[in-house]
């Protein structure tokens, strides 16, 4: 037997104010989104803002429906419409909010597992990291370089 120890690394920012301003308007663009989520199931609301290296910026905000596995969340919404849209381009930056009608948000909510799949995958395809920005509704902002801080040992293509 051996032992794999797997280390992330996380930079943490007090507020979007600490944030350059690039990333700064990226995250408002996020909160704006978010605001216009479909969540009347939940009550829990996610924006996400994607940075295509050709500039554009995509938007997305979570989808449910009354059959849950029906809806989509914030940042698979940004990433189809992203891949679809512009299947060249290469997405740079990734931010992401939460908030919930019933509980403040103060604490940063990272991607959900499948989100993280679908992350992975354009980040193995583009073969260049993804940063990636979140946040609850106020407060800290954390950020990680690529995926892989919040999906190690990722499933790709070339394990088909």
Not at 32 to 50: L, N
Not at 67 to 85: D, K, M, T
Not at 93 to 121: F, M, V
Not at 124 to 151: A, R
Request: aromatic share 8%; charged share 20%; hydrophobic share 40%.
């Amino acid at each position: 037997m051996k032992e794999i120890h797997i280390t992330t690394t996380f930079e943490v920012f007090n507020s979007i104010s600490d944030l350059s301003e690039e990333i700064q308007t990226l995250m408002q663009q996020a909160i704006e989104i978010r605001r216009k989520a479909y969540a009347p199931y939940s009550h829990f609301k996610v924006g996400a803002a994607i940075l295509l290296d050709n500039g554009k910026i995509v938007l997305g905000s979570n989808q449910e429906n009354a059959a849950y596995p029906s809806g989509l969340c914030a940042e698979r919404v940004a990433i189809y419409q992203a891949g679809a849209i512009y299947p060249d381009a290469k997405m740079l930056t990734i931010a992401i909010t939460a908030a919930s009608d019933s509980n403040p948000t103060l604490s940063p909510i990272p991607p959900c597992g499948a989100c993280r799949q679908s992350i992975s995958e354009y980040e193995f395809k583009q073969v260049t990291p993804i940063e990636i920005y979140f946040m609850g509704e106020s407060g800290e902002v954390f950020k990680s370089n690529s995926i892989s801080n919040l999906l190690p040992l990722s499933f790709n293509k070339t394990s088909l």
